[in-house]
Nanobody
Framework: VQLQASGGGLVQPGGSLRLSCAAS????????QGWFRQAPGKEREFVAG????????AYAESVQGRFTISRDNPKNMVYLQMNSLKPEDTAVYYC?????????????????WGQGTLVTVSS
């Protein structure tokens, strides 16, 4: 399975971006997916996760109410809609996939990772 993240860029505080993650190269069935981010000098942190069925979703407290994760399984796509962006959201954002949907906040539980896409929130 290969994951390709895209959609990052420069945005002003209060603005919005939508990140996309495209999956390919395997029978992409029953995978939970997550978004993580890593700011300079900081550890990678969980942002959001979604079960294959979409029936379970988790968010980091810092993004709850501002970010929305969604997926389109026929297209093998996962999205992260980010609204009301803040300077502290600046980071490289990574999409990841795991079999099932367990311990979704732990990056060690993910089997596949995409390359990152940089999000910069600045005026």
């Amino acid at each position: 399975v290969q994951l390709q993240a895209s959609g990052g860029g420069l945005v002003q505080p209060g603005g919005s971006l939508r990140l996309s993650c495209a999956a390919s190269g395997g029978a992409f069935v029953d995978y939970g997916q997550g978004w993580f981010r890593q700011a300079p000098g900081k550890e990678r942190e969980f942002v959001a996760g979604i079960r294959w069925s979409g029936s379970s979703i988790a968010y980091a407290e810092s993004v709850q109410g501002r970010f929305t994760i969604s997926r389109d399984n026929p297209k093998n796509m996962v999205y992260l809609q980010m609204n009301s962006l803040k300077p502290e959201d600046t980071a490289v954002y990574y999409c990841a996939a795991q079999w099932g949907f367990a311990n979704v906040r732990d990056p060690r539980k993910y089997n596949y990772w995409g390359q990152g896409t940089l999000v910069t929130v600045s005026s």
